[in-house]
C-alpha cells in the first residue's frame, strides 16, 4: 500500500459537536493542535471513556486517528458510525488494539489509535468507546482526534529521494571547561519524499491541500500503511515545512512533500 496522508480533519470544522463520557479535562483538547493539551476520563468505566462525534456534515472516512493517549499494552476500542443521531448502527467494528503498539517510548509519546477502514464509511454520527480497565493511571487520555481526507497517490514515493528524520529540539548549554549541559526536549519526526512521476490527475488533490493546510493545519502521516508494526514509529501528527511544488509534462506530474512533526 502507498503512502497516506490525511488532510481537512472534519474533527477540527467549525460546528462540530463532541460529547459523552466523562471527562474532568474537557473533549475541546481533542481540537487542541498542541499535543500536550489532552482530554482526561474521570475514571476507566465505559461510561466514562465514551466520545461521541456529531461532524458539521456528512463526510466519507478511509482513516480515524486518536494520537498521543496513555492507553495501556491492553486497552481495546471500537468505532460505530450511525446513520441516525447514535441510535441506528450504520457499521461498527469489532473491539480492537491500537496498531503497533509501542514496544518503548523513550520520548513519552503515547500509543495511538490508527484506525484504516477497510470500505470507506460515510456518515456524519460517530462513536469512539475505549476499553482500558488496566490503565494504571486510572484514567484514560487522548490528545488529538483526526477524522480527515485522504490522499493516496497510485504509487509510491521514490526509492532514492525520500528522507525519514529527526530534528533535534533539545538546547545545549556547555561550560567554560567545554561540558555540555542538557535540557531534554522531544525530537520532531521529518519526512520528505518525492515522486518523479505521477499522473497530472492527481495534481488537483495536490493543490488543494497545499491551500487547505498552508503550513499551519495540521495533516497526519502514515507512510507504509501495510506496516502495523512500526505504526508507532513512522506515523505522525504532522505540519508541511513548505508548499509542494508542480511540475507538469505532459499526462504526467512530479512533486514532493516536506513534513515536520507537531510536537507538545
Known amino acids: 500500500m502507498t503512502i497516506m496522508i490525511g488532510y481537512e480533519n472534519f474533527a477540527d470544522a467549525e460546528g462540530v459537536v463532541l460529547s459523552g463520557g466523562v471527562w474532568t479535562m474537557p473533549l475541546s483538547a481533542l481540537r487542541d493542535p498542541r499535543p500536550g493539551r489532552k482530554a482526561r476520563s474521570a475514571g ?3 461510561t466514562s471513556t465514551l466520545l461521541q462525534v456529531r461532524l458539521a456534515a456528512t463526510a466519507t472516512l478511509r482513516l480515524l486517528a486518536l494520537t498521543h493517549t496513555n492507553l495501556s499494552p491492553t486497552a481495546t476500542y471500537r468505532i460505530t458510525a450511525y446513520s441516525d443521531e447514535f441510535t441506528t448502527v450504520l457499521v461498527q467494528t469489532a473491539w480492537l488494539s491500537p496498531p503497533g503498539y509501542p514496544a518503548e517510548d523513550p ?22 468507546e475505549i476499553d482500558d480497565a488496566a ?8 490528545g488529538r482526534l483526526f477524522m480527515p481526507l485522504v490522499w493516496q497517490p497510485p504509487y509510491n514515493f521514490d526509492n532514492n529521494n525520500n528522507e525519514d528524520g529527526l530534528k533535534a529540539n533539545t538546547p545545549r ?16 519526526r521529518s519526512l520528505r519524499v518525492s515522486w518523479s512521476v505521477l499522473p497530472a490527475a492527481d495534481m488537483a488533490e495536490i493543490r488543494r491541500i497545499r491551500r487547505v493546510c498552508n503550513l499551519n493545519r495540521q495533516v497526519v502521516v502514515i507512510p507504509a500503511p501495510a506496516d502495523v508494526s512500526n505504526f508507532h514509529e513512522r506515523n505522525f501528527v504532522a505540519t508541511l515545512q513548505a508548499l509542494p511544488a508542480i511540475a507538469l509534462f505532459s499526462l504526467y506530474a512530479s512533486t514532493g512533500f516536506d513534513l515536520i512533526e507537531a510536537v507538545a
Do not use: C, K, M
Request: proline share 2%.
Open 44 to 46: 476507566l468505566a465505559l
Open 107 to 128: 520520548d513519552g509519546l503515547g500509543a495511538a489509535v490508527w484506525h484504516l477502514f477497510d470500505t470507506p464509511v460515510t456518515a456524519r454520527y460517530w462513536q469512539i
Open 135 to 142: 490503565n494504571a493511571a486510572g484514567f484514560v487520555e487522548l
Open 173 to 188: 548549554q556547555s561550560s567554560l571547561g567545554g561540558t555540555g549541559y542538557f535540557n531534554r526536549r522531544a525530537a520532531a
